[in-house]
């Protein structure tokens, strides 16, 4: 278990570069820089160029660690990639405090998928704050609704907006408690970082195949400096995020880690208000309740007893911790020496395959 200084640092970065992230989307748009597909496979290569060095101080187990985080990093990525392109485009078409109010229903998605595959229970009181959560979250719809009529909204398409934002609860949710069971017992930092490679590699190669089909319009980098400032700081915001969510969810929750997002809601009001959005008292209502409903709710369910994890999970984290001593058991030394020198081979080959996949991906966006 983590230190609670630790703990309490890596609340403060995810609700820090969660804000931060979010807003600087909405200014790349003030600068004519509006190209959600082309930002969230910015940010996945940006992720994947700063876990390839790490992941290779693993030395010659990179390659074992690779083989048997393959398939299980490919689904994740997609899934989590796709949950990111929704959250990315509802930013467009609907304003940002209230993309990141009904955001905050991920905890009830991922508290409905812990109980399905984690076994997880719930009790009235639970319950109850899950109710106050929905409320807030239709005030937040109806605010846009109202503000559309009265001609002052600053997205094109709210109601679609904030159906994306939904749908984003649920894979992102998926994600977390996925993950989670991946690493029921947590993991070294050399394997996670492993994790965020072959993630990313698979992200660059299969969202990259969708690059050629994108109209010209939604292609290229800022033209000016505005636009570079404003995607150098978005950049930062959400590889920071990206990371020390995971290092969250490793030592505490995702129901926890989604608590510390909730940091982030009033600095969102005061960043729209600066941004000249209307805030009307319905939103202003929406995010009260939503936040302490899912406050609410996550404290009790933190406080609930827990079930025993399923034994799938062992069997996975058996299998990966089993990967350091493969090359140990059950051969001779002649053979253990050449398996050595094939995972050392194999680890050079992934990381010029991780670094050539990330050159490219980056200069097809580029186009």
């Known amino acids: 278990m983590a230190a609670k200084w ?33 930002l969230t496979y910015l940010h996945e290569l940006g992720v994947t160029a700063v876990s390839i060095p790490l992941a290779a101080c693993g030395g010659a187990q990179l390659w074992p660690r690779c083989r048997q985080l393959g398939l299980r990093a490919l689904g994740l990525g997609l899934l989590a990639f796709g949950a990111n392109i929704c959250f990315m485009v509802a930013l467009v078409l609907t304003t940002a405090s209230s993309a990141m109010t009904l955001e905050q229903l991920t905890p009830v998605c ?11 229970t719930y009790g009235i009181c639970q319950i109850l704050w899950l109710g106050v959560a929905i409320a807030g979250s239709v005030l937040t719809a109806r605010s846009d609704v109202q503000a559309c009529h ?49 993630k990313g590699m698979s992200v660059a190669v299969v969202g990259g195949l969708a690059l050629p089909f994108l109209p010209s319009s939604q292609l290229g ?69 939503v936040t302490c409903g899912v406050a609410g709710f996550e404290a009790y369910a933190r406080a609930a007893p827990r079930s025993e994890s399923r034994e799938s999970s062992e069997c996975r984290e058996e299998e990966l911790s089993s990967v350091e001593s493969e090359s ?36 097809a966006a580029a186009q």
């Open 150 to 198: 009265e001609g002052h909204c600053s997205g094109s398409m709210p109601l679609l907006g904030d159906l994306l934002v939904v749908v984003t609860c649920v894979t992102a949710a998926l994600y977390m408690v996925c993950f989670k069971l991946m690493f029921a017992e947590g993991c070294s930092w050399q394997v996670l970082f492993t994790y965020f490679m072959v």
């Open 6 to 38: 630790a703990i309490a640092v890596t609340a403060a970065v995810i609700a820090c570069c969660w804000t931060s992230g979010v807003f600087t989307v909405k200014l790349l748009q003030r600068c004519d820089y509006n190209k959600p597909y082309l």
């Open 221 to 289: 980098l800022p033209e000016d400096e505005c636009g570079w400032g404003y995607l150098g700081i978005n950049m930062v915001a959400n590889m920071a995020f990206n990371l020390s969510l995971a290092w969250g969810m490793l030592v505490v929750s995702p129901l926890a880690c989604r608590l510390f997002v909730l940091l982030g809601l009033p600095a969102s009001l005061v960043l729209d208000a600066m941004l000249g959005v209307a805030v009307h008292f319905q939103r202003v209502l929406g995010v009260a309740l």
């Open 110 to 120: 991922i508290a409905g998928l812990s109980y399905v595959f984690l076994k997880e």
């Open 328 to 363: 140990t058991t059950s051969v001779t030394s002649d053979h253990r020496q050449g398996a050595v020198s094939g995972h050392r081979r194999g680890s050079q080959l992934c990381l010029l395959g991780a670094i050539a996949v990330c050159t490219a991906g980056f200069l």
